[in-house]
């Protein structure tokens, strides 16, 4: 069941990136991706891996860094905020946003190189994800998270800036990229500058005002509200999806990461850790199965600071040249300065599969605010 709902997935996510105007090329680029044959790749190395996960040892990954208690302002819910932040306060400061599964240590490599750069960098685990709470009440959505990252820096703001004024850059990757072009939008005054690092389209799968063809639409509604249910299959998704084998093969093999040099024991760590706390299944199933938010194109024109958008060139999950929001259409909504560059041979997490790219792009834009 697990290899059905997994290469369903698959099928689901690579037709709406090849859906285009151009008949010639959607089916075309469905089977030229290799996504599917690495869906089928995946499964064939979590059944026939010889390693077991508890001899292979992993470095200790420090999960937990500060606490910001956090109540959310639509169910009134107080919750512990997991984040963590390096660097001078009185520098410039920038929110790190992570993306679906992953959290505040996806940006190993930032921390060390924008605090030599000369800021004060933040990183917050969203609500049901790293440290933070992971809570089965709450109704998951970008709208929560948007909730949660404004009030994260009011209160950096308010009781570690002491009132300084300083403007934040906010950077995000996939639903982090969302999120934080939301939390821009919002705040106008607080915000100078946004870097994308491959934004998604949606909190999940798809939104149907989408062109999904109507054929599709029913799958992906039983996949989604039955299937994935908790009352369906979905805590044996969920258990079977978590698996150390099948985290690293999706790592190598559907593009998350094309040069997998950084797909190592600390990122596996990072990423496995907190999927065996409490609640984490819950979240899971929420966000994979929740509203998939605004769309990058609707935010966009509400953003009037200046963005940049880094983007790995062959991610098959949001393609930065195809699907329903492909990033190099973004300028066309943009309602303030756009930069895009693209990373050749990197996939859907280059802040961490490139950083030295990355870097290279990100810190002089950031000096040039």
Not at 129 to 140: A, T
Not at 238 to 262: A, C, M, W
Request: with cysteine.
């Amino acid at each position: 069941m697990f290899k059905a709902i997994l290469l369903l997935t698959n099928v689901l996510v690579l037709w709406s990136n090849a859906f285009c105007p151009n008949p010639n090329t959607s089916l075309q680029r469905i089977f030229s991706t290799g996504s599917l044959q690495g869906s089928l790749a995946s499964q064939n190395t979590s059944t026939q891996s010889s390693t077991s996960p508890s001899s292979i040892k992993t470095p200790i990954v420090q999960r937990y860094h500060e606490t910001y208690r956090w109540t959310n302002p639509s169910s009134k819910i107080t919750h512990n905020i997991n984040y963590k932040a390096e660097g001078d306060i009185s520098n410039p400061p920038i929110l790190l946003v992570h993306g679906f599964g992953a959290n505040v240590n996806h940006f190993r490599f930032q921390f060390p190189e924008l605090t030599k750069a000369g800021y004060r960098v933040y990183a917050v685990d969203l609500l049901g994800f790293g440290g933070s709470d992971k809570s089965k009440d709450e109704e998951y959505s970008i709208d929560l998270w948007v909730d949660l990252l404004s009030d994260f820096m009011d209160y950096a703001d308010d009781h570690i800036h002491k009132n300084m004024n300083q403007q934040w850059v906010v950077a995000g990757n996939s639903i982090g990229g969302l999120c934080s072009l939301a939390v821009a939008a919002r705040k106008k005054e607080q915000v100078r500058g946004v870097t994308l690092f491959n934004c998604a389209g949606g909190m999940s799968i798809f939104r149907y005002e989408d062109p999904v063809p109507i054929f599709l639409r029913p799958i992906l509604w039983f996949v989604q509200k039955i299937i994935l249910s908790q009352n369906g299959y979905g805590t044996k998704f969920f258990e079977d999806f978590k698996t150390r084998e099948n985290v690293e093969s999706i790592l190598k093999n559907q593009g998350v990461y094309v040069d997998t040099t950084n797909v190592d024991e600390e990122l596996l760590e990072i990423l496995l850790g907190p999927s065996d706390d409490e609640g984490a299944k819950e979240v899971f199933l929420k966000v994979f199965g929740g509203d998939a938010g605004p769309a990058p194109e609707k935010l966009l024109p509400q953003v009037k600071q200046p963005i940049l958008a880094i983007w790995g060139e062959s991610d098959p999950w949001t393609p930065v040249d195809n699907g329903f929001h492909p990033g190099n259409k973004f300028y066309q909504y943009a309602n303030g300065p756009f930069d895009l560059r693209v990373i050749k041979g990197c996939g859907h997490c280059p802040q961490d599969e490139a950083p030295e790219a990355v870097h290279a792009e990100m810190i002089p834009w950031l000096s040039n605010l």
